[in-house]
């Protein structure tokens, strides 16, 4: 047994508080042990003799003469003075006319960097690409084609925009159910860049070598960013699947239907 339950189990014997068989396990390791017997009946005395020790009440006026003790001034809130900024500075007003100048320097300084460094140090991104920069990329691109879909699952536009051999597609569609877009290029491999969400409708997107593959279902905006290898126009298809069943099937470029 170790220290810890004898300890509880002694006190609660002293108390009255033990069940017969926590009583029955104590007196049993007692009597194994010479030296937790002892302690045992130390405490047992020690109860004793505090049991037969007189109850003396406190003087009625204890309460008083504590409080009278305290000392007031040491542990009372210092009282907080409002602070009065003009009253703070009437012996400096000779310091005005300094405070002013800086000011007015430091305004200047701030608007001449701006004005003149500021588009030194602009960074050209023209020519970026990547899904941070998606929107600013897109003003220097030259609209191709848009084309208008319209059909019972599925209805709104896709807008086609190049330069060289970057590609940048925006879909703004509605459909009744679960639609699956697909980007196909029929020749070359299609390096795809990013694809970014306008609005907060759920995309499930994967990417193959030829093929770009979205599912999605309501209103859905989003941008499909690209590029192919080849210079050149690019022969891309642009097909509408529902349960596995091809829907509809367009040319990026052409804006042909089939």
Request: contains cysteine.
């Amino acid at each position: 047994m170790d220290n810890k339950k004898l300890q509880e189990l002694i006190n609660k014997e002293i108390d009255g508080l033990n069940t017969p068989e926590e009583s029955k396990q104590l007196k049993e390791y007692l009597r194994r042990n010479p030296e937790a017997e002892n302690l045992y009946n130390d405490l047992c005395k020690l109860s004793e003799s505090l049991n037969k020790v007189e109850k003396v009440n406190p003087p009625s006026d204890l309460k008083k003469t504590i409080l009278n003790s305290i000392d007031v001034k040491k542990y009372a809130q210092k009282e907080r003075k409002p602070f009065k900024f003009f009253e703070l500075i009437s012996g400096y007003r000779f310091n005005f006319r300094y405070a002013y100048i800086f000011i007015v320097g430091l305004a200047l300084g701030v608007f001449i960097y701006y004005s003149l460094f500021d588009s030194v140090h602009k960074p050209d991104t023209s020519r970026l690409i990547g899904t941070m920069i998606i929107n600013e990329t897109s003003e220097y691109l030259e609209p191709v084609s848009k084309i208008h879909i319209h059909s019972n699952d599925i209805s709104g536009t896709v807008s086609v925009k190049s330069k060289e051999n970057i590609l940048f597609v925006e879909f703004e569609l509605k459909t009744k159910r679960y639609i699956e877009t697909v980007i196909e290029s029929i020749k070359n491999d299609l390096d795809f860049l990013a694809l970014s969400r306008l609005n907060n409708n759920n995309l499930q997107c994967t990417v193959d070598k030829k093929t770009i593959h979205i599912r999605h279902k309501g209103e859905s905006n989003y941008i499909v960013f690209l590029t192919e290898p080849v210079p050149g126009i690019p022969q891309l298809d642009l097909k509408f699947y529902a349960n596995g069943s091809l829907l509809m099937k367009k040319n990026l470029f052409l804006n042909n239907e089939n």
